[in-house]
Each structure stands twice: as structure tokens, then as C-alpha cells.
């Protein structure tokens, strides 16, 4: 289905996109990806390095007469973020993405499409295999392992690049230029699983809770959605109060930064109960539905008898998650005072899932204020504690502070209402771009993060808009040409 994309304007960027399409990406999983972006450039003759970290650099000469412009860095990240529906068969780490056209978008066949960072990769190759462009000297950085870590970002070593300016690709709306983002850490608890056996009078329930849009932690926490793992734990909680349910298994969400849009498991009752189980969580899910019903409209609650599990969780080990998953802080945390309308700080509450012998709780805080994000991750940190898990901060990553006097930002504001009619909105990221952890390294970069209009990212109603993707090009080339002298 990718070919039809491969005739929409751009072409070249559009033929790239769909090449990357059918390589498998998914994060910690970029072999293929890495070898195909170093094996580009190297067929355009250009100086191309595949770092420590699985970083690809690409070095690109300035065209005649634009020698002495600054030096130009455009960089995105390689992997994406795999997610799929329940009821699709596909495996990210050896199946291409069915990308297709629909009412004006590029959507993927019941998966992530991974426009999130693939027209940003597939629009910095597009330059570089441009032979009509004018623009000063260049350098293509694309970057490993963003979605699960910034790994690449975190990595990448000072004196690689030479570059004054970084543009950044991986902002989600056209028109509106990222100058800022949020910095994040990431929360693990771990519960050891102790197990009781099941006696015969025990009926046993899969519940599941699916239908959910789930969605960017970062972009959409905001917008109200419904957590899996909240909305499991919500039940159960009620259950094991008025009905005496136990947990057998749990498995809900998939990545921290993926709002969590499903989540299964394992519910025993005794068999005199069984039917006032099901009257209850038809209940709850009546309530529930009624409360989301504007925001998650697909959101499904279903309890279907399934055969009778061997053990069980403890019944006090079940007491401390339920209580501890429900009480976790979770959703916005605090908006901001100086941005108004933009969240500051917020946690996710990502993943809840039993793995052998543990129970692991996964959470990523984000905040664009330092204090903030060690704040919120304390509390977590309080709440789990209290449960007797063990717990575990990893991952910290710093935010990028705005510059309204950006020189950059000047000279892409202005060009683009020269071109357009009006100014670009001007937006600090809740979501967690590189560019915080890359201008620690490289202190003298004037960063700015453009890109065009991607709904739905982390999750598989993503879709990216056609039309903006060709005025995003436009605006690049455009920029690339007008690049202050040095």
C-alpha cells in the first residue's frame, strides 16, 4: 500500500518516507535503519559516520557562493514507536508499515506509522540528495533510541559536528515553531509476585479495557483521555472490597511515553459470586463510559470467563499495587504561570505488568521545571515505598529553556510571514524533544524544532497531513537559503 504514497509532492521526500516505511525501526531495534541511513549517504558521495551511540552524521558541502553562511545541523531520530491494535498481526521488528492514503492524510493499516520522526529523517536526506537547492554548509544528524531513552542524544559526543544552528524536525504542527520542551525522568517500582494456589470454588474472569485513544504522553496528556491501568485498577479495586476479587495477572500499557490504551488481566471470584462480578463491572463500566463518553467514545469494558490460573496473587501483595497503582499521581501534575495553556508538569502512568516472578509499575514524569520533575517523581517514589516496593529513578534527561532572542527564530519567523501572511505560533514542548540534551553538549547550537501537522502520534490512529508536509518543505528549502552569514 506504501507505493501510492511515493507520487505525492514532494516526491523526494515522499519516495524516502516510503523506503523508510518498509524498514523496521521500532526503538532498541534501528540496525537496519542506522545501516540504511549510513549506506544514503555514502551513495552520495558525502561524509558519513556511524557513531558509538548508533547515531548517523552526514556532512553535506555548501553550494556554490554559500560558503560563508553558518553551518546548519538538521536532525530527527530514526527509530519509532511500536504500537499496534489488539486484533492486527504484525510484528515491528521484521514487518514493513502499511502506510495508505486516507481523506488527505498518510495513516498506517491498524499500526504506529512512524511519521514520528520519518518525514523529519526522510525530509533532512531529501536535502541532501537535492542537486537544486541553495544552502550553506550542512550536516544531517539522525539520532538513535529517542522514542525509549534519547539514547543517541545522550551519546553523541562533543567535536562531531561543526554546526552553529540545529534544526530540529520533530515538532507536530505546521505552523507553529517548538522553541523549548520539557525535560523527564523515568519512575520503576517492583513488587516481588507472591503466589497463592487457586482452589476449585474459584471462578476465573479476563478483564479487559481496550478502545482507548491513548496517545503521546508528552503532546496529549492533556486532553483528558482515559488510563488503562487507572480505569483496571479502578474496578478492581471495587471488586476485591465488595466481592472479595483476586489478581491472577495483569498486563496493561506498552511504552512510558504512550498514554496507556489497554490493558488485560486475570480476575478470580468465588463461584457464588460470579454473577454479581459481572453485574458489577457492567456497573462500572456504565459509569466509567458515561464519564469519558465525550473524550473516549470507543472505550470497551469486557469480562469473559476464562480457565481457572494454578495461583494467584497474595492477597496482600494485591492490596499494596491496587492501592498504590490507583493513588499514583497521574495525568497533569501543574500547568504553567508563564506560558499559559502549556502543562508544566505531569506523570504517566504507563505500564503496570506481571513478569515472572515481579510486578513492575513504570511511570515517566515530565516537567519543564528541574524541582518540579524531582518533585513529582518523589511523590511516586513516597507512594510506591509505602506499598513496600522497591523503587528506581533512571533516565533523567534536562529540558530546553526558551530563547525569545533566538537569531534563528528571527530569521524563520520573519521569513515565514513573508511567505505565508502571518506568524508562526510559538510553542515550548511538553513532549521531550533532543534538543535539551543536545545543547548541553553543543553550548554554542541556536536551536528551533519545525516540522508539519502529525495527529495521533504514539498510537495507531497516527496520521500525518499531506498537504502540510509539502509547505513544510517549502518553508525548509526556503530557510536553508536565507541562513545568516557567519
Known amino acids: 500500500m506504501s507505493e501510492e504514497i511515493k507520487v505525492l509532492e514532494p516526491k523526494l521526500l515522499w519516495g524516502i518516507f516510503s523506503e523508510l516505511t518498509q524498514i523496521p525501526r521500532p526503538s532498541d531495534h534501528e540496525e537496519q535503519v542506522q545501516d540504511w ?16 551511540a548508533g547515531n548517523v552524521i552526514i556532512k553535506k558541502p555548501a553550494t556554490p557562493g554559500m ?33 495508505f492514503i486516507e481523506d ?42 529517542e522514542e525509549t531513552g534519547m539514547d543517541g542524544a545522550m551519546g553523541l559526543k562533543a567535536g562531531l559536528l561543526d ?78 472490597e465488595e466481592l472479595g476479587v483476586k489478581l491472577s495477572h495483569i498486563q496493561g500499557g506498552s511504552l512510558r511515553n504512550a498514554i496507556p490504551r489497554e490493558a488485560f488481566g486475570t480476575v478470580l471470584v468465588k463461584r ?43 492477597g496482600s501483595l494485591q492490596k499494596k ?17 508563564t506560558m499559559p495553556g502549556t502543562v508544566e508538569t505531569s506523570s504517566n502512568l504507563a505500564n503496570v505488568k506481571t513478569v515472572g516472578d515481579k510486578i513492575e509499575v513504570l511511570c515517566l514524569v515530565r516537567s519543564f521545571s528541574e524541582s518540579a520533575k524531582m ?28 530563547d525569545v532572542h533566538s537569531e534563528i527564530l528571527e530569521v524563520m519567523t520573519n521569513l515565514y510571514a513573508e511567505k505565508y501572511g502571518n506568524k ?18 553543543y553550548t554554542n547550537w541556536d536551536m528551533i524544532s519545525v516540522g508539519p501537522t502529525i495527529k495521533f502520534p504514539h498510537s495507531p490512529d497516527e496520521k500525518v497531513n499531506i498537504e502540510t508536509v509539502q509547505k513544510y518543505w517549502d518553508f525548509l528549502v526556503t530557510t536553508l537559503e536565507n541562513i545568516p552569514e557567519k
Not at 553558518?70 to 521488528?93: A, C, R, Y
Not at 479476563?206 to 487507572?230: E, M, P, Q, W
Not at 517514589?381 to 526558551?402: Q, T
Request: glycine share 10%.
Open 67 to 99: 560558503e560563508n553562511r553558518k553551518t546548519v545541523v538538521i536532525q530527527g531520530h530514526l527509530d519509532m514507536v511500536p504500537q499496534k491494535n489488539s486484533d492486527k498481526e504484525h510484528n515491528f521488528e521484521t514487518d514493513p508499515i502499511e502506510a
Open 163 to 240: 554546526g552553529d544552528i540545529l534544526i530540529n524536525t520533530d515538532t507536530e504542527d505546521e505552523g507553529t515553531f517548538s522553541i523549548g520542551c520539557a525535560g523527564g525522568i523515568d519512575f520503576s517500582a517492583t513488587f516481588k509476585n507472591k503466589q497463592k494456589k487457586v482452589d476449585k470454588n474459584y471462578a476465573a474472569f479476563k478483564l479487559s479495557i481496550t478502545g482507548l485513544k491513548g496517545g503521546h504522553s508528552g503532546v496529549d496528556i492533556h486532553l483528558g483521555r482515559g488510563n488503562a491501568n487507572k480505569l483496571f485498577f479502578r474496578i478492581l479495586k471495587s471488586g476485591a
Open 321 to 337: 499495587l491496587t492501592y498504590a497503582v490507583w493513588a499514583a499521581p497521574n495525568d497533569v501534575v501543574r500547568m504553567s504561570d
Open 272 to 314: 457464588k459470586k460470579a454473577e454479581a462480578l459481572v453485574e458489577l463491572v457492567n456497573e462500572m463500566a456504565a459509569t466509567i463510559k458515561e464519564e469519558l463518553e465525550n473524550v473516549e467514545p470507543g472505550l470497551t469494558i469486557r469480562l469473559e470467563e476464562t480457565e481457572l490460573p494454578k495461583t494467584r496473587m497474595a
Open 424 to 441: 508562526p505560533k510559538l510553542l515550548a514542548m511538553h513532549a521531550g524533544l533532543e534538543c535539551g540534551i543536545l545543547g548541553a553538549t
Open 375 to 402: 518533585a513529582l517523581a518523589s511523590r511516586l517514589e513516597s507512594v510506591f515505598k509505602l506499598a513496600e516496593a522497591s523503587v528506581k529513578l533512571s533516565g533523567s534527561y534536562p529540558g530546553w529553556k526558551p
Open 37 to 52: 541511513a549510513v549506506s544514503y549517504g555514502e551513495k552520495l558521495g558525502l561524509e558519513t559516520v556511524k557513531d558509538e
Open 104 to 145: 488527505g492524510w498518510v495513516t498506517a493499516n491498524g499500526t504506529t506509522l512512524g511519521a514520528d520522526n520519518g518525514i523529519g529523517v526522510s525530509s533532512a536526506l531529501a536535502v541532501l540528495a537535492s542537486d537544486d537547492l541553495k544552502h550553506g554548509p550542512l550536516e544531517v544528524l539522525l539520532t538513535a533510541t
